[in-house]
């Protein structure tokens, strides 16, 4: 009997453990994933510059992708 609690409340302190974890390391996750899409928005606006001018339509395009994928990295801290 005393081996079944000890084995219960080992599971539960091991399940509740796992449940924090997860719950702070999934913010970092977004932070992670927030910071590639700014870093490959800006790649892409380089390229478009590069290619077709810095006033360009296409370069334009770039520019407001770039600040949308800003704004909603911000909008979820």
Request: proline content about 1%; aromatic content about 6%; some cysteine.
């Amino acid at each position: 009997m005393l081996r079944s609690r000890f084995l219960k409340t080992g599971s539960l302190a091991l399940v509740l453990t796992f449940f924090v974890l997860i719950g702070q390391t999934t913010p970092a996750l977004a932070f992670d994933n927030c910071r590639q899409r700014i870093e490959k928005a800006e790649r892409q606006l380089h390229e478009a510059e590069r290619r077709h001018g810095e006033h360009s339509r296409q370069a334009q395009e770039r520019r407001r992708h770039l600040e949308e994928v800003r704004e909603r990295c911000h909008d979820r801290r």
